[in-house]
Nanobody
């Protein structure tokens, strides 16, 4: 079973920043589309940001301007920097990877059936 391992979550006050990381096996990191999703209590999972196989980043409209997705080639991690955190950012954040899923409206593909690999998630809690 391929493992994606997220880290970096925590409890922060509104206005703070966090950087989440998703460690992936090298073949996933180099060749797959990778994305971040989040799920707040009582809400459906939603796409946040993705990097496709060509290295192009895209974001959900709801997070543009505060979220930055990137890859750290030294660590083989997919990172998500979140600035100016708000209470509505409170959620479980999961990393996902798939060879094909970035095509089209990837942010609508929140179901696990579209992504071959998922991590266990890292919790982000933002207090006002």
């Amino acid at each position: 079973q391929v493992q994606l391992v997220e880290s970096g979550g925590g409890s922060v006050q509104a206005g703070g920043s966090l950087t989440l990381s998703c460690a992936a096996p090298e073949y996933i990191y180099n060749d797959y589309c990778m994305a971040w999703f989040r799920q707040a209590p009582g809400k459906e999972r939603e796409g946040v940001a993705a990097i496709d196989r060509n290295g192009i980043s895209t974001y959900a409209d709801s997070v543009k301007g505060r979220f930055t997705i990137s890859k750290d080639n030294a660590k083989n991690t997919l990172d998500l920097q979140i600035d100016n955190l708000q209470p509505e950012d409170t959620a479980m954040y999961n990393c996902a990877a798939d060879y094909w899923a970035c095509s089209g409206r990837w942010y609508d593909k929140a179901s696990s059936k579209y992504w071959a690999h998922w991590g266990q998630g890292t919790q982000v809690t933002v207090s006002s």
